[in-house]
Every structure is written in C-alpha cells, then in structure tokens.
Nanobody, 112 residues
C-alpha cells in the first residue's frame, strides 16, 4: 500500500488549498485526512466511506470538503476560508481491514 500526499503550502488567511493523496495497493473502506499542529495531538479533519458518507470535524464544517475520484484512487481535501488555526501537518489515512495506512504529511501554513 502506498499513500502519497501533496498540495500543502503557505496561504494567507481566507485563502484556499487543495490537498491530494494518491492511494494504491488495496481497496479502502474508509479514507480520511488528519492533521497535527505543533504541540497538539493528531486529530481527524474529515473522512469518507466507500458508501460516500462523509464526516467532518466541527472546526472545518462548511469550509472543507473531502472527496475522491471515481476510482477511489485519489483522495482530496478542498480547504476554503483557511484560518491560522488550520496550520498543521496534514496526513492522509486509508483503512483496509484490518490495517490503517498513513501517508507522509504535507505542511499547510496559514499566515499573512
């Protein structure tokens, strides 16, 4: 299984970024994005099940959108109206029973 995340960078408050995660090697039942800010625990940002059902952290509802391509081989996170508190390393995660796989992180910095 390989997960390759990309799309992080520096953006001003109010700006947008789209993260991508290329996933291969298995069929995943749940795919998601987590983030870890300096000095904080890793937290779930958003997830999407193979059924299409999505789940979002309260802090990102209405601003972030998780999606996949039709083949479910690429996971996306569209992030709009970014805030400084969104600054973190973002990780993609994919679950294929019984294993949860992690990609390398991609840094998102929201700053003026």
């Amino acid at each position: 299984v390989q997960l390759q995340a990309s799309g992080g960078g520096l953006v001003q408050p109010g700006g947008s970024l789209r993260l991508s995660c290329a996933a291969s090697g298995s069929i995943f039942s749940v795919m998601g994005w987590y983030r870890q800010a300096p000095g904080k625990q890793r937290e779930l940002v958003a997830s999407i099940a193979s059924s299409g059902r999505t789940n979002y952290a309260d802090s990102v509802k209405g601003r972030f959108t998780i999606s996949t391509d039709d083949a479910k081989s690429t996971l996306y996170l569209q992030m709009n109206s970014l805030k400084p508190e969104d600054t973190a390393v973002y990780y993609c995660s994919c679950f294929a029973w019984p294993m949860n796989y992690w990609g390398q992180g991609t840094l998102v910095t929201v700053s003026s």
